[in-house]
């Protein structure tokens, strides 16, 4: 029996430097619940992953965040993560000389958690998400391809086993197999862990892949639309037109199948 | 006497030492062996090493060399070359020193590490001279370790001078620990010589004392010899932590591979200035000097001069220098896997110093850097 947890983002608001970029988002997601956001370059999509998870540089203006009525927009990042929030990066940083279970090692011992099965665990997890075993014992993400970034990304999720995870942009950069695996583990672990997942993408591929509950357009900072999958299916043929956005997303996708940085 | 206004003194603490205050004492039977976690780490990890100890910079009158090792108590001519970057302490370390020399043959087994265990200490305030010279005879091939040790409430004047004269196609890996206690003044030199096709690589790491300074000087006297310079320092509390540098080519297709890294916490300040001077002649040269820095706290501060002097135009040279805190992206990315902010900064720190571990040749003591990041932390604790 695992507890239902809930986030809860209410009229949230943001600034980049003086800029007007979060214009009042409201969202609630559930335990085992698969939430999607998608919006055309400029919408704010990265800085809702950013602001959720307390990256220095962004200002919270307005609104709140709630994890199981923790206000979590007053405690530093690693106490989000503590608290169950974990956030797939769009772009994992090199850290060298830092191997992944040293880190993972050290965020046990911050929670004070048990880390004794810890290695065994990195090992199976790592098997099953086709991370190469011959990169655990090096820096993290120093050399690594795209796809092992994000497949890294994923085996520190599965082991840190959090509530919440916001996965940004998670596609970026990744062929078809490795988004395939990845997908399949995040699915898992909204089945077995009851995991809560907002996943911020670009492009609809993803989308068939981890099939979301919910789907959330946003446009310039605010959720626009929101429905179900057909949502998404809606928006890969006539593009965020409707929502007066004249951008060519089959440009778009086309700079994501190559994992262009936009 | 120097003062800090002359450019080789320049952010030194050298206005603050006061010769007057130090007296000099040969007598070394009230030496005490001081522990050290390092030092303890490095004689753990090595194979029946051949094990040297000195005291207040004067040898164990019972040490039997083995038959591959001459060991003298005067310095032989053949060593005593003279070298750049000599200066009043060395020069008073020729004076008043009872120089130690090893002369290494190549029968010599080189996995046997020679170690050197140095044990500093005074009941008052005291200058020691410890001398210690390495040859390494024609294609001899040897590891030496030497340790620089006192204890917490001694107060010295440490004048350590290490000359190291390598003889054509020798090969030395050196480790250089200097655990000395906090009220204790280095102001030390390491010079090298190499003849045609010999190779060095040598590491210092430095912990203690409360201004300590290292000057290192090495030479590519003959064509083909490789030089590689590692120095690995954190500063805490008060520390200053001074390294001079020079890579002097004088023969051609030599190399000289420089790389000083430091991290500074508390209100510690750490110093590098280093020099690669190129002689006319010395062509197909390959010299190259980095210094990194991590200052880790608001009191805390680095200087680095890295400098060029090429008189020889078939050359590949180059310096690099960098000072700044933690990465800002690489402590964010941290914090958000759920790691509190000072466990990041032990990670990221230990990571910076975990490169140099891997550029320690001698097997078994890559441990003895990151005992001293452990014991660090400690004191940062505190």
């Known amino acids: ?24 988002i409201d969202l609630e997601i559930k335990s085992g619940e698969v939430h999607a956001i998608m919006g055309p370059n400029g919408s704010g ?6 602001v959720l ?19 979590i927009l007053a405690l530093p990042a690693w106490k989000r993560a503590q608290a169950g929030l974990f956030l797939v990066s769009q772009y994992p940083i090199e850290v060298p000389g830092v191997s992944l279970e040293d880190a993972l090692n050290a965020a046990f011992e911050t929670g004070a958690k048990d880390a004794s ?49 916001v996965l940004d942009e998670i596609d970026s950069g990744l062929d078809i197999d490795a988004l395939r695996d990845v997908s399949k583990r995040v699915e898992r672990a909204t089945n077995d862990d009851q995991l809560g997942v907002l996943a911020i993408t670009h492009y609809s591929r993803l989308l068939k892949e981890l099939r979301p509950d919910r789907v959330h357009v946003l446009v310039r900072g605010e959720i626009v639309a929101t429905g179900g999958s057909e949502l998404a299916e809606q928006l890969e043929k006539t593009g965020y037109a409707e929502y007066g956005i004249t951008e060519d997303l089959k440009e778009a996708i086309g700079a994501d199948i190559f994992g262009l940085p936009r | 006497m120097p003062t800090s206004e ?23 039977s009230r030496v005490r062996e001081s522990d050290s976690v390092m030092a303890g780490s490095v004689l753990e990890a090595s194979i029946e090493p051949l094990v040297i100890k000195t005291y207040n910079g004067i040898i164990d009158p019972g040490f039997e060399p083995p038959a591959e090792i001459s060991l003298r108590l005067l310095d032989p001519e053949d060593i005593a070359y003279d070298f750049s970057g000599a200066d009043l302490f060395s020069h008073l370390n020729a004076l008043l020193s ?23 200490d005074a009941d008052k305030a005291t200058a020691v001279f410890p001398n210690f010279c390495i ?45 000395l206690g906090p009220k204790c003044t280095m102001v030390g030199h390491q010079a090298s010589r190499l003849m045609a096709n010999a190779r060095l690589r040598s590491m210092s790491i430095v912990a203690g004392g409360d201004y300590a300074r290292l000057f290192t000087t090495s030479t590519i006297a003959g064509a083909g010899a490789d030089s590689s310079l590692n120095a690995a320092y954190f500063g805490s509390r008060d520390q200053v932590l001074d390294f001079r540098t020079l890579q002097e080519h004088s023969a051609r297709n030599g190399r000289s591979e420089l790389y000083f890294k430091g991290a500074a916490a508390n209100d510690s300040h750490l110093v590098y200035s280093g020099l690669i001077k190129v002689d006319k002649g010395a062509s197909s040269t390959d010299a190259f000097q980095t210094n990194k820095n991590l200052v880790l706290s608001e009191g805390a501060r680095a200087d680095s001069v890295p400098n060029l002097d090429i008189q020889e135009n078939d050359v590949r040279c180059s310096h690099a220098s960098s000072v700044g805190p933690i990465d800002e992206d690489q402590q964010y990315y941290l914090e958000s896997r759920g790691i ?37 932390w400690e004191d940062l604790q505190q």
């Open chain 2, 6 to 28: 002359i450019e080789e003194w320049r952010y030194s603490s050298i206005d603050d030492l006061d010769l007057a205050k130090y007296s000099i004492d040969f007598d070394q």
């Open chain 2, 98 to 120: 009872h120089p130690i020399s090893l002369s290494i043959s190549s029968k010599y087994d080189s996995a046997r590490p020679v170690i050197v265990l140095r044990y500093l």
């Open chain 1, 1 to 24: 029996m695992t507890l239902q947890h809930v986030l809860r983002i209410e009229n949230l608001q943001a600034n980049v430097g003086p800029k007007e970029i979060l214009r009042g």
């Open chain 2, 340 to 376: 509190k902010p000072d466990l990041v900064q032990r990670l990221i720190v230990g990571g910076f110093f975990a490169e140099m571990a891997e550029r320690i040749e001698i097997p078994g003591v890559k441990g003895a850097l990151m005992v001293l990041a452990a014991r660090k």
């Open chain 1, 45 to 50: 999509k990265s800085t809702l992953s950013h």
């Open chain 1, 117 to 165: 099965g810890l290695h065994e665990n990195v090992l199976r997890e790592a098997n099953e998400l086709g991370f190469p075993l011959a990169l655990l014992g090096r820096s993290l993400n120093v050399d690594f391809s795209g796809g092992e970034k994000k497949r890294n990304e994923m085996v520190q999720l599965a082991v840190l086993r959090p509530k919440f995870a």
């Open chain 2, 135 to 179: 040859k390494l005879e024609s294609g001899a091939r040897a590891q030496v370790i030497e340790v620089l040790l006192s204890p917490t409430e001694s107060e010295l004047l440490a004048v350590p001078m290490t000359k190291i004269f390598q003889e054509e196609g020798s090969s030395l890996s050196y480790l250089l620990l200097q655990d």
């Open chain 1, 53 to 71: 998870m307390g990256k220095p540089g962004y200002q919270v203006t307005g609104g709140s965040v709630h994890l199981d009525g923790e206000d």
